[in-house]
């Protein structure tokens, strides 16, 4: 049976042209994290935000607004990204996406376009693990605990 995929209406982009746009730096693209504190202290890109994926599944949005308001403001891409980007990631794009139409009029969010990470962090730092330009790892380099 093929893997069912969670919010396929929202567009993936691979770690290589995350890469690029980080590598460039014009701030165009925020990178949002949504592990929780203790997955991120295995290892994260530079510069992303940490934002867990508890704060998208609240039925309050005040939380999420507060992001949205305060750090997201103005991005004109914001890449989700969990460990491997099955269930957790996609589905907090999804709740982002929805809540930035909500609050910012359904074109496009604002302009503010939502995308997830293929693969996750997981297939970031298989390519770019080595790279300290554009990741934070720990003494012992990335080695995570196996993931959902």
Known sequence: MAEQIVA???PR?????????????NGDVVVLDVRDAKEVTEGRIKGSLNVPSSVFKSDDP?????????????AKEVVVHCHFCKVRGPTCAQALNN???????????GGT???VL?????????QFKEDSSLVELPEGGWNPAQQH
Do not use: C, H, W, Y
């Open 8 to 10: 396929p209406e929202l």
């Open 62 to 74: 005040t939380s999420l607004d507060e992001v949205i308001k305060g750090q997201l403001n103005g």
């Open 118 to 126: 293929e693969g996750g962090i997981a297939a970031f730092m298989d």
């Open 13 to 25: 982009v691979k770690p290589s042209e995350v890469a690029d746009k980080l590598a460039k730096g």
């Open 99 to 109: 809540r930035l139409k909500a609050l910012l009029g359904a074109e496009a969010g």
């Open 113 to 115: 376009e939502v995308k």
